[in-house]
T-cell receptor, first 114, second 114 residues
Framework: ETGVTQSPTHLIKTRGQQVTLRCSSQ?????VSWYQQALGQGPQFIFQ???????GRGNFPPRFSGLQFPNYSSELNVNALELDDSALYLC?????????????FGNGTRLTVT | AQSVTQLDSHVSVSEGTPVLLRCNYS??????LFWYVQHPNKGLQLLLK??????LVKGINGFEAEFKKSETSFHLTKPSAHMSDAAEYFC????????????FGKGTRLHILP
């Protein structure tokens, strides 16, 4: 069973640039969710994809967007990067996407915006 | 609307003594509740989950939590702390539907004293 993998592990970008983060879900999981974790804070829910459709979104602006592919892998795109976007971005997959389905996390992508 | 409050940002215990990490939640319907652990520079790992079955839930590494509806609490305990338990712990509340948001607490940093 392959776990959740994220790439890259670290990334440095300049304010105003765009970034794409990638996530491969755990085998058999059809739901992927993304989280932003600022230093010293708990993860904040960005959005969730179930079978290639976005079906839940947190309080993040439209410049945060995503995709889910037929193999259930996913991308998080952030446009017009701001300094406050510096954080650990976590991807999680789950078996059903229902609220009682545990999340399986990747190790995250550390994004630094300068 | 749902919310979760972790009552302590830091907890320090001596090795071999009991651990208590406190979590209160608010939900307008029967929630699913989880505890996750995060070791430094790692993703989150599921410790245990409550989904309206037994109110006392046993998890990995000797942790357990008790769901108390009357107190809206879901505290995490362990009888005897080990040095390897030093980490950040997150209490999470979720609804039963796919479009329900997943809410993380701000985390409790557990320190184990030798």
């Amino acid at each position: 069973e392959t776990g959740v993998t994220q790439s890259p592990t670290h990334l440095i970008k300049t304010r105003g640039q765009q970034v794409t983060l990638r996530c491969s879900s755990q085998s058999g999981h059809n739901t992927v969710s993304w989280y932003q974790q600022a230093l010293g804070q708990g993860p904040q829910f960005i959005f969730q994809y179930y079978r290639e459709e976005e079906n839940g979104r947190g309080n993040f602006p439209p410049r945060f967007s995503g995709l889910q592919f037929p193999n259930y892998s996913s991308e998080l795109n952030v446009n017009a990067l701001e300094l406050d976007d510096s954080a650990l971005y976590l991807c999680a997959s789950s078996l059903t996407g229902l609220g009682n389905s545990p999340l399986h996390f990747g190790n995250g992508t550390r994004l630094t915006v300068t | 609307a749902q919310s979760v409050t972790q009552l302590d940002s830091h907890v320090s215990v001596s090795e071999g003594t009991p651990v208590l990490l406190r979590c209160n939640y608010s939900s307008s319907y029967s929630p699913s509740l989880f505890w996750y652990v995060q070791h430094p520079n790692k993703g989150l790992q599921l410790l245990l989950k409550y989904t309206s079955a037994a109110t006392l839930v046993k998890g990995i590494n000797g942790f357990e939590a008790e769901f108390k509806k009357s107190e809206t609490s879901f505290h995490l305990t362990k009888p005897s702390a080990h040095m390897s338990d030093a980490a950040e712990y997150f209490c999470v509340v979720s609804g039963g539907n796919r479009d329900d948001k997943i809410i993380f607490g701000k985390g409790t940093r557990l320190h184990i004293l030798p």
